[in-house]
């Protein structure tokens, strides 16, 4: 055990350290750093300050701000580790409106005295000022981070994924029909194209983990009733148990205003109503594969190509975030962080 410990000192030693600017007050929810990624490490340091940039006070305990802190033996490893964890604090929120950064702009990273015990340097202070972030999560999206750098294909389904929250996507409060009012459909072409490239980046991802429905004109993936084709079928669920994705949960389907024409080309199989569903709001659940099905129909048949213009623009921002949601879901599920959002304090 002291050998191991001395090897890690050493080992940590060796390393360069980064400032990243990002800052955890809820680290208490989680479990305890060094978060491990691929030739890299995230921990969580008290930054030399006089005071708290931000504490949170739970029951008797204050909790002052952590900074993220990278440990790497090369910038470019710092820099991979930092565009994960910015592309994981997306995945988690769910839009890009806690981002930080331009949309294709790397997250900031800044050399770090080792030692910070000691005072910030002129420049290490500078750097923070303009880029200390406090949101919630930060923890989670570090573990994310740090299991997804160990697989190519979570690092590019991330990738994938954060373009498409990037190009278009909408705060989860706005989507919630109990504090806001339907979002309306868009005049505006622009908007139709950049909704439509979202849902194609968001497919990218679904397709990255391997959860894509293959399918051909000769073994297509319906049949002439509606009803999948079971080789398809069989094939798309044994990938998605596979992949740790709970085929008995159902997933939950936007659906707001009036139906457009994509609903009446394709409407989606919704098996039971939510409880909210009333007015213009005609929310419910899909089956997991059917989910998949519909999004993969947005893609190929509207967003991806050219297609009827009276299709593409009756696209919605509902439409987009029914496609990133199951992004969302399918990652976080085959990653084993679906509803994982930290302890409890009594934990």
């Known amino acids: 055990m002291v050998e191991r410990l001395k090897r890690e000192s050493r080992k940590r030693l060796a390393a360069l350290a980064f400032h990243t600017g990002l800052m955890a007050c809820d680290y208490y929810r989680f479990s305890d750093p060094p978060y491990r990624g691929k030739s890299w490490h995230f921990d969580l340091v008290l930054p030399a300050t006089d005071l708290p940039v931000a504490s949170t006070i739970v029951g008797d305990r204050i909790y002052p701000a952590k900074e993220v802190v990278i440990w790497a033996d090369r910038d470019v490893a710092a820099q991979r580790a930092a565009d994960l964890a910015h592309a994981a604090r997306l995945l988690i929120e769910g839009s890009n409106l806690l981002s930080h950064l331009y949309p294709g702009e790397h997250a900031p990273i800044h050399r770090a005295n080792s030692n910070f015990s000691v005072k910030l340097t002129e420049d290490e202070s500078a750097f923070l000022s303009r880029t200390q972030t406090v949101t919630p999560n930060i923890p989670l999206a570090c573990r994310v981070a740090a299991r997804a750098s160990l697989t190519l294909e979570y690092v590019y389904a991330l990738a994938k994924l954060r373009l498409s929250l990037e190009t278009f996507s909408v705060p989860s409060i706005e989507l919630d029909p109990f504090h806001s009012a339907t979002i309306p459909k868009s005049p505006l072409p622009e908007d139709h194209v950049r909704m439509a490239f979202a849902i194609v980046t968001a497919w990218g991802c679904i397709e990255e983990l391997g959860f894509e429905i293959r399918a051909s004109s000769k073994k297509p993936s319906k049949l002439p009733d509606g ?34 024409g994509i609903e009446r080309k394709r409407p989606p199989n919704i098996i039971q109503k939510a409880p909210w569903a009333r007015y213009q709001v005609r929310d419910g659940k899909l089956a997991i594969i059917d989910a998949i099905h519909y999004v993969s129909f947005l893609r190929s048949w509207i967003a991806a190509h050219k297609t009827d213009k009276s299709l593409i623009s ?16 399918l990652m976080l599920e085959k ?13």
């Open 227 to 260: 009803t999948w084709n079971p080789t398809v079928q069989l094939d798309l669920e044994d990938r998605l148990r596979r992949g740790h994705v709970n085929l008995g949960e159902a997933f939950h389907w936007s659906l707001r205003g009036a139906k457009t």
């Open 314 to 329: 009756v696209l919605s921002p509902y439409d987009v975030a029914n496609a990133q949601f199951l992004a969302r879901r």
């Open 335 to 347: 990653m084993g962080f679906w509803r994982d959002f930290g302890k409890t304090p009594q934990d």
